[in-house]
Nanobody
Framework: QVQLVESGGGLVQPGGSLRLSCAASGIIFSAYVMGWYRQAPGKQRELVAV???????NYADSMEGRFTISRDNAKNTVYLQMNSLKPEDTAVYYC????????????WGQGTQVTVSS
């Protein structure tokens, strides 16, 4: 059974930082592209960042330079370091594991709330 369990969300003031973690089980972690997505109220889910096993990363334009994705294959965990947070970063943040082979494997965590407010 595949599980992605996010943690680290919470309430933070504008300009503050948070570090999200996502622990994966039930998959060969190193074979997956790991990513973070977010969904704000009334909006569609959007890409935050993804990281390949090779270390290659992709970021949404609005987050590059403020957010950093990393992964520890030995711990089956992906992280998202978020700095200089803004109120518009408020959203539920979801962890994603994706692998495209003959079929596509796509798994999601339950999400963790991040609220940026004074």
């Amino acid at each position: 059974q595949v599980q992605l369990v996010e943690s680290g969300g919470g309430l933070v003031q504008p300009g503050g930082s948070l570090r999200l973690s996502c622990a994966a089980s039930g998959i060969i972690f190193s074979a997956y592209v790991m990513g973070w997505y977010r969904q704000a109220p009334g909006k569609q889910r959007e890409l935050v960042a993804v990281m390949h096993d090779s270390g290659r990363t992709n970021y949404a334009d609005s987050m590059e330079g403020r957010f950093t994705i990393s992964r520890d294959n030995a711990k089956n965990t992906v992280y998202l370091q978020m700095n200089s947070l803004k109120p518009e970063d408020t959203a539920v943040y979801y962890c994603n594991a994706n692998k495209r082979a003959l079929v596509t494997y796509d798994y999601w965590g339950q999400g963790t709330q991040v609220t940026v407010s004074s």
